[in-house]
C-alpha cells in the first residue's frame, strides 16, 4: 500500500534537546510538506520540498530545520530554539506540478515537551 | 498573505444535511479543497474542485464555489455519526508552488 508514514506517534522530551520527527513516502511524489497543528489554529506550513536537496521556509520555519536527501524522506528537527514546540507535526506529500495535486497527509506525531 | 477562515462548530442531527462554509482572500487561487480529520490522526482528502467550476458532486457531497465571493461550501447529505470529525478547506494559490493554505477547521458534531 502507498501512503506516508509518520513516527513515532507520540514524543515526549525534555525542554533543550533537539528532537528529530521522521516522515517516508513511498508514493514517488516529488514534493514534501510539514505543517504544525495547533487547536483552533488549523495548520501552518513550517517547510516545503519541491525537489530532492532542495526545500523551503513556510511560514513559521523559525527553530525548525529539515533535510531533504532522498526523495522518499523529509524528517524535521524541532531544535531547542523553538520556543513553542509542543504540537501536532503532520507531514504530507503530492506529486506537485501545476494541476490539482493534492496533498497527502501521515497521521501526525503528538511532539510534547516539558 | 493569504486567509481561509472558516466557523468553529457545527451541530447537525443524524439523516440532515450538513453544510460547512468557507471565505478566502486569495483572488489568484486555483483549486479548493476539502479535508476532513478524525481525532488523532492525518488529514484525509475528502474532494477539491477547480476554481474556474462552480460546483461538484461526489456521492453525498457537494461542493459549490462562488468565485465572485470567495466562497466554498461542503454539503453533506443523510450526515451520519462517523461523519463526525473535524473538516477543513484549504486553498492553492496560482503563485505558491503547490503550497496550500489552510482554514481553522470546522468541528462537526453528529447527533442522534
Known amino acids: 500500500d502507498g501512503g506516508i508514514t509518520q513516527s513515532p506517534k507520540y514524543l515526549f522530551r525534555k525542554e533543550g534537546q533537539n528532537v528529530t520527527l521522521s516522515c517516508e513516502q513511498n508514493?514517488?511524489?516529488?514534493?514534501m510538506y510539514w505543517y504544525r497543528q495547533d487547536p483552533g489554529q488549523g495548520l501552518r506550513l513550517i517547510y516545503y520540498?519541491?525537489?530532492?536537496?532542495?526545500?523551503q521556509k513556510g511560514d513559521i520555519a523559525e527553530g525548525y530545520s529539515v533535510s531533504r536527501e532522498k526523495k522518499e524522506s523529509f524528517p524535521l528537527t524541532v531544535t531547542s530554539a523553538q520556543k513553542n514546540p509542543t504540537a501536532f507535526y503532520l507531514c504530507?506529500?503530492?506529486?506537485?506540478?501545476?494541476?490539482?495535486?493534492?496533498?497527502?497527509f501521515g497521521n501526525g506525531t503528538r511532539l510534547t515537551v516539558t | 498573505g493569504e486567509d481561509v477562515e472558516q466557523s468553529l462548530f457545527l451541530s447537525v442531527r443524524e439523516g440532515d444535511s450538513s453544510v460547512i462554509n468557507c471565505t478566502y482572500t486569495?483572488?489568484?487561487?486555483?483549486?479548493l479543497y476539502w479535508y476532513k480529520q478524525e481525532p488523532g490522526a492525518g488529514l484525509q482528502l475528502l474532494t477539491y474542485?477547480?476554481?474556474?467550476?462552480d460546483m461538484k458532486q461526489d456521492q453525498r457531497l457537494t461542493v459549490l464555489l462562488n468565485k465572485k465571493d470567495k466562497h466554498l461550501s461542503l454539503r453533506i447529505a443523510d450526515t451520519q455519526t462517523g461523519d463526525s470529525a473535524i473538516y477543513f478547506c484549504?486553498?492553492?494559490?496560482?503563485?505558491?508552488?503547490?503550497?496550500?493554505?489552510f482554514g481553522t477547521g470546522t468541528q462537526l458534531k453528529v447527533e442522534l
Open positions: 508514493l514517488n511524489h516529488d514534493a
Open positions: 484549504a486553498e492553492k494559490s496560482a503563485g505558491g508552488g503547490n503550497k496550500l493554505t
Open positions: 486569495d483572488s489568484s487561487s486555483t483549486y
Open positions: 474542485i477547480f476554481s474556474n467550476m
Open positions: 504530507a506529500s503530492s506529486g506537485g506540478g501545476t494541476g490539482g495535486s493534492p496533498l497527502h
Open positions: 520540498s519541491q525537489i530532492v536537496n532542495d526545500f
